[in-house]
Nanobody
């Protein structure tokens, strides 16, 4: 069965840290770029970060640069999003998504409309 299963998330105080995981099954993992997206209440879903199939290329939206780190372990078919120095404005439902890309793709490219598979979403709440 083709799926992405997310774990992690929860409630954390401002300045705290969380790690999200996204475990894939049922497809050839290293043929996909993996992106993290988030949707806050009343707002549109937005891109947060993306990692290329090899893991060599990553990108981040400006709002999380220097605080979030995306990584992948292709041996475990899993992508991680380490979130540090969390702020209340990071509160959202976070989704991972897989977009088809060749293993040698030089750049991380993740687009919501081109993503084939989506995780179930996980709530991240940053509040004191």
């Amino acid at each position: 069965q083709l799926q992405l299963v997310q774990s992690g998330g929860g409630l954390v105080q401002p300045g705290g840290s969380l790690r999200l995981s996204c475990a894939a099954s049922g497809f050839t993992f290293n043929w996909y770029a993996i992106g993290w997206f988030r949707q806050a209440p009343g707002k549109e879903r937005e891109g947060v970060s993306c990692v290329s199939p090899s893991g060599r290329s990553t990108n981040y939206t400006d709002a999380v640069k220097g605080r979030f780190t995306i990584s992948r372990d292709n041996a475990k078919n899993t992508v991680y999003l380490q979130m540090n120095s969390l702020k209340p404005e990071d509160t959202a439902i976070y989704y991972c998504a897989a977009q088809l890309a060749p293993p040698t793709a030089p750049r991380a490219v993740c687009d919501m409309s081109s993503s084939a598979y989506w995780g179930q979403g996980t709530q991240v709440t940053v509040s004191s």
